[in-house]
């Protein structure tokens, strides 16, 4: 998959929320139906939240496949997916169109 690829299935996968997953703050999952906003994209790419340790991006990284170019920088989205969705309180909705200007990606 390519960084574009993954980058529009990730904005796709915020926007959509096909699960009908809740909106959680603070972890990735609540082991029931609620998601941060980096869960949900978790459980887009097939990565089970609950098994991903909070702190070991490296292996998360890896588990989604994501490869670090000059223009896409895994662990600073990562970054700002957290900080958006648990410090500024955003929706999914929001970060997904903070994404898209960010990226400048147009669906």
Known sequence: MSIQESRQRTISALRENRRGFTQIRERYTDQANGRCACGLVMEEFGVDPATCPWDEFDQLRDQLGMKATPDYEPEVLWNDVYN???????????????LEREWRISE
């Open 84 to 98: 958006w969705n648990d410090e500024a309180g955003m929706s999914y909705a929001e970060i997904a169109g903070r």
